[in-house]
């Protein structure tokens, strides 16, 4: 491709996609305007007609994603705000359906060192601000918690594991590791109910 063939925005766009890609494959360190530029088919002049720098890049990016992923859970919440099980079971529904559509995505999130990390000690969970996508589904939680009277120390936990059960079917299923053949977002809603009426059983 070549720059003739960009018209408007069009080559931002670009830039930020391939440039999406590559920090998934190679990292920050591996990243660079010079290999953008080669992957988008235009001088190695060009990006910085949208992008000052190889940071401004990045930040323009993870601002992307972020607000992408952070508009997603926050649909979900406005959309179930009345239902506190149900909106967790849709927020995982939610969580894994964007992951799988946008594989880029997931590895920049987890498979980059630019985040901070989720800090967990047992008893609570501390997310950065950047992370707000995270925060929302936290609150989401928190909802149903509420709702089922669970204690605060226990709270921490609990997150965890709803999350974990979301998020390490979403790595299986992106890289091949389960196969199948039926309603992948069913199967994970299923397990996510059985989860969260666990959790309301033994406040019973």
């Known amino acids: 491709m070549t720059k003739d063939k960009y018209h408007h925005g069009d080559l931002k766009k670009d830039l930020m996609s ?32 949208h992008f000052q720098s190889k940071e401004a890049m990045v930040a323009a990016i993870i601002a992307d994603v972020s607000w992408k992923f952070g508009a997603m859970v926050k649909d979900v919440m ?3 705000a009345h239902d506190p099980k149900t909106k967790n079971i849709e927020m995982g529904k939610h969580y894994t359906k964007f992951m799988v559509e946008n594989p880029d ?3 920049f999130m987890f498979l ?4 901070s990390p989720i ?6 969970i501390e997310i950065d601000e950047r992370h707000s996508g995270f925060n929302i589904s936290l609150k989401c939680a928190e909802d149903f918690f ?16 709803i999350w974990s059960l979301a998020h ?4 299986m299923l992106i890289h091949g590791t ?9 199967l994970v809603a299923k397990m996510l109910k059985e989860k969260l009426e666990s959790l309301e059983r033994n406040q019973a």
């Open 18 to 49: 391939k440039g999406l890609q590559l920090l998934g494959t190679e990292g920050y360190e591996g990243f660079s305007i010079r290999k953008i530029a080669a992957l988008c088919g235009v001088s190695h002049a060009a990006p910085y007609k």
């Open 78 to 80: 406005d959309k179930y």
């Open 105 to 107: 995505y997931f590895r």
């Open 112 to 115: 980059t060192n630019h985040y």
């Open 119 to 124: 800090h967990f000690t047992g008893e609570s």
């Open 146 to 161: 509420d709702s089922i009277n669970l204690e605060k120390e226990k709270r921490a936990m609990a997150f965890l594991s």
């Open 168 to 171: 390490g079917s979403t790595v």
């Open 178 to 186: 389960v196969a199948y053949s039926g309603d992948y977002l069913e």
